[in-house]
């Protein structure tokens, strides 16, 4: 009787200790952060759903869906409308601060050829540092006052350091730090969550419906979607930067968007920027 | 007693076409507890960061309505910004877990 009570009793405390770890424990191996797979399944859904248009097209977005804006693009780079804002950025970026210094100082390799490594994960900070961020930081360590996120300056400043990275792969490393695995991974819960009014979520256009068209607009895919900014827009008869990109996508579905840079904005483009890692640097970028 | 059930069908007839009022007037103080409602859910819609634009514009017009005097329309517009905040409140908190169903993997 009495170790009959014992097995009972060692039955109810090994199965307690099963349920508190499933508690704690991811539910599966889809659960545990894996960045290398992610990026690996994620280039190969966008292949797989387009087979005729090769990896390293997909950073011309809408361009890469459609044959006739393919064209017109291609005739559109003769003279292309992100030009001004080029040629701008290049003499912001040389221009010493008051205090003497450029942004050259600021950079490795002087900020050239570096846009490819940007977001970055800073292990001093813990937190992900995108280029729009570092450019104001750097602005700000010399006295000068910060840009704004969503105007022409910004997006001046990063469509030179973009130009100067052309066709170098994209390179984002997420070292081996849970803050940097934390901060990919709420990026991906960022893309892949609903909000709004209209319910959308990041990837409902450019993961499901890249190619399709919403209203007069074809929408592009996810993949090297960030690698071609910033972008001219015809829509907005100008520049935009990543931040103006992301805050308008979320004010388009009725949502308020977060204010440019807050975490959840850099997390998200820390990872799709990794998994777009390989696909080469295209911007800036011109979108109808 | 079949007069009576006649007077309810009737009331309850003029209640379907809105020539009755369903109560009386609305007054400042429905509006102000309405809005605060409203505003207190948008509130914790805030601290989910999913704050929804047409939460903010409807209770805009609720304010709007109520700086004229028209209380009526001011408490059905905070009413409508309150079920607007709800619905974006379970949006995010369903989201929590609903995301992944979106996944590539």
Known sequence: ?288 | MRKAMLKSALVLALFAAGVLPARAAGSEDDYKAAYAAAEAANKEAGKLRNQWTTTANTLAAAKKAAEVGDFDKAAASAKEAEALAKASIFQATSEKTRWREMEIR
């Open chain 1, 1 to 288: 009787m009495r170790l009959r009570s014992a097995i009972y009793l060692a039955s109810a405390a090994l199965a307690f200790a099963a349920l508190t770890l499933a508690g704690t424990l991811p539910s599966g191996a889809a659960d545990k952060v894996d960045p290398v797979a992610d990026a690996k399944a994620f280039q190969k859904f966008f292949t797989d759903k387009f087979p005729k248009v090769k990896l390293e097209d997909f950073v011309n977005g809408p361009y890469s869906m459609n044959e006739d804006l393919y064209r017109q693009w291609q005739d559109k780079e003769q003279f292309p409308p992100y030009e001004f804002s080029l040629e701008m950025g290049k003499e912001m970026f040389s221009k010493p601060f008051k205090n003497g210094k450029t942004y050259a100082d600021c950079f490795e390799n002087g900020g050239i050829g570096v846009r490819q490594n940007y977001p970055l994960f800073d292990a001093k900070e813990g937190k992900v540092i995108t280029l729009e961020l570092a450019l104001n930081r750097c602005r700000e360590a010399n006295g000068e006052q910060p840009y704004s996120y969503v105007r022409d300056e910004m997006a001046a400043l990063t469509a030179y350091m973009a130009f100067t990275s052309r066709g170098k792969p994209m390179d984002i490393k997420i070292p081996d730090d849970p803050r940097a695995l934390a901060a990919y991974e709420n990026g991906k819960e960022y893309f892949y969550t609903r909000r709004g009014q209209l319910n959308f979520s990041c990837a409902t256009c450019h993961v499901q419906s890249p190619g399709e068209r919403i209203r007069a607009e074809i929408l592009a895919p996810a993949l090297g979607i960030v690698n071609a900014m910033p972008i001219y827009r015809s829509e907005w008869s100008g520049m935009g930067t990543t931040s103006r990109r992301f805050t308008t996508c979320n004010s388009q579905i009725r949502g308020v968007p977060l204010s440019p840079q807050d975490d959840e904005y850099r997390n998200v483009e820390y990872y799709l920027s990794y998994v777009s890692n390989g696909l080469p640097i295209s911007g800036p970028g011109a979108r109808p």
